[in-house]
T-cell receptor, first 111, second 114 residues
Framework: GQQLNQSPQSMFIQEGEDVSMNCTSSSIFNTWLWYKQDPGEGPVLLIALYKAGELTSNGRLTAQFGITRKDSFLNISASIPSDVGIYFCAAKYNAGNMLTFGGGTRLMVKP | EAGVAQSPRYKIIEKRQSVAFWCNPISGHATLYWYQQILGQGPKLLIQFQNNGVVDDSQLPKDRFSAERLKGVDSTLKIQPAKLEDSAVYLC????????????FGPGTRLTVL
């Protein structure tokens, strides 16, 4: 089946540092999404990307839809302690297809 | 606006027992999803409903899992009998009609099978 490979699996950074994580696949997707999941909660949508090459920001978060349609990255600038959590990429080929999730990147921020 | 509600939040059972989870989606959301999230992995879709009809259940282990959404609002997911590998968080999500709309997730039910 389709798989999304997320890296790194975990990151431990100092508060104030910038963070970058990415998601790759051997298959083409037409929608890429980035979610954050806090302990004991469900994932919450951060950014949605619908067009190859698209670069979208949401506050300190910036995500890009790769031009090949097989990858995406998420950057977080000037990290703060509340950025701690697990970040998931997700993608689908078209509106009728199921959403496939990556394995997640666990982010830990040291104050 | 109230979010997606799920109950129970935690459940511990022994293998071969049965268990059921309940989900109440956001009011007005026609599409409802059940996901399985095994520890250390991303969520995996089990079944998608549009109103009270099944849209996709291709990844639902139908020999032991069943789900229903009889009145097109709340939904139940049942496992009978449970296996050790069913230990996971079961997430319910809902969206406005059509799977291209944002999915809003509930807090999940954490199932432990001993």
């Amino acid at each position: 089946g389709q798989q999304l490979n997320q890296s790194p699996q975990s990151m431990f950074i100092q508060e104030g540092e910038d963070v970058s994580m990415n998601c790759t696949s051997s298959s083409i997707f037409n929608t890429w999404l980035w979610y954050k999941q806090d302990p004991g909660e469900g994932p919450v949508l951060l950014i949605a990307l619908y067009k190859a090459g698209e670069l979208t920001s949401n506050g300190r978060l910036t995500a890009q839809f790769g031009i090949t349609r097989k990858d995406s990255f998420l950057n977080i600038s000037a990290s703060i302690p509340s950025d701690v959590g697990i970040y998931f990429c997700a993608a689908k080929y078209n509106a009728g297809n199921m959403l496939t999730f990556g394995g997640g990147t666990r982010l830990m921020v040291k104050p | 606006e109230a979010g997606v509600a799920q109950s129970p939040r935690y459940k511990i059972i022994e293998k071969r027992q049965s268990v059921a989870f309940w989900c109440n989606p956001i009011s007005g959301h026609a599409t409802l999803y059940w996901y399985q999230q095994i520890l250390g992995q991303g969520p995996k879709l089990l079944i998608q409903f549009q109103n009270n009809g099944v849209v996709d259940d291709s990844q639902l282990p139908k020999d032991r899992f069943s789900a229903e959404r009889l009145k097109g609002v709340d939904s139940t997911l049942k496992i009978q009998p449970a296996k050790l590998e069913d230990s996971a968080v079961y997430l319910c999500a809902s969206s406005l009609q059509g799977s291209n709309n944002e999915q809003f997730f509930g807090p999940g039910t954490r199932l432990t099978v001993l």
